[in-house]
């Protein structure tokens, strides 16, 4: 168990919906990562929070947006969905002063 | 730009035997960590092995060890006596330690156990 928690786990929806997944770092971490892996590719960096300030921006979608909150959990909000934001989207967080990063079991979408 | 390489998309080795797997970074910082994590069929990412650049000493994680050639910006992975839970996706993947701290991560390379 990393101490990463995300939901939902799974989550089926049709195209043009709306769906929002959520992720709890590791206590103490500061720094939440959302990543994009879609089958058997490797993974896509989306975005970067620091203490709920956008840190970098990697290849995140107009129609994706995160956020992380006072609390530290992050939510990533994806819009408009399409056929290939089918994937296995992950959270992590880190500790800057480790460098190790810590992932979540991911939540699998479904895009129908 | 900072960029991770691993050019073998598939490996496979025999149980018990010896498999090193390879991976290039290219940098300007002189400051970073290097990593190499596993994910087993059931997709969870797990770190095996961690590497400080400032340090020469290679690091070993029982059955796993690294060879870290910094001027060459080299960091391949060995495996010592495989074994079937092995096989995975690696990533190889790089950080700074200053800066925005954004993880690079490798294409990957699926590891096959043969018994």
């Known amino acids: 168990d990393s101490g990463v928690t995300q939901t939902p786990k799974h989550l089926i929806t049709a195209t043009g919906q709306r769906v929002t997944l959520r992720c709890s770092p590791r206590?103490?971490?500061?720094?939440v990562y959302w990543y994009q892996q879609s089958l058997d590719q490797g993974l896509q960096f989306l975005i970067q929070y620091y203490n709920g300030e956008e840190r970098a921006k990697g290849n995140i979608l107009e129609r994706f947006s995160a956020q992380q909150f006072p609390d530290l959990h992050s939510e990533l909000n994806l819009s408009s969905l399409e056929l290939g934001d089918s994937a296995l989207y992950f959270c992590a967080s880190s500790r800057d002063g480790t460098g190790e990063l810590f992932f979540g079991e991911g939540s699998r979408l479904t895009v129908l | 730009a900072q960029t991770v390489t691993q050019s073998q998309p598939e490996m496979s080795v025999q149980e018990a035997e010896t498999v090193t797997l390879s991976c290039t970074y290219d940098?300007?910082?002189?400051?970073?960590?290097l990593f190499w994590y596993k994910q087993p069929p059931s997709r969870q990412m797990i770190l095996v092995i961690r590497q400080e650049a400032y340090k020469q000493q290679n690091a070993t994680e029982n059955r796993f060890s690294v060879n870290f050639q910094k001027a060459a910006k080299s960091f391949s992975l060995k495996i010592s006596d495989s074994q079937l839970g092995d096989a995975a996706m690696y990533f190889c993947?790089?950080?700074?330690?200053?800066?925005?701290?954004?993880?690079?991560f490798g294409t990957g390379t699926r590891l096959k156990v043969l018994a």
């Open positions: 206590s103490g971490d500061l720094s």
């Open positions: 940098t300007s910082e002189s400051d970073y960590y």
């Open positions: 993947a790089y950080r700074p330690v200053r800066g925005t701290y954004k993880y690079i």
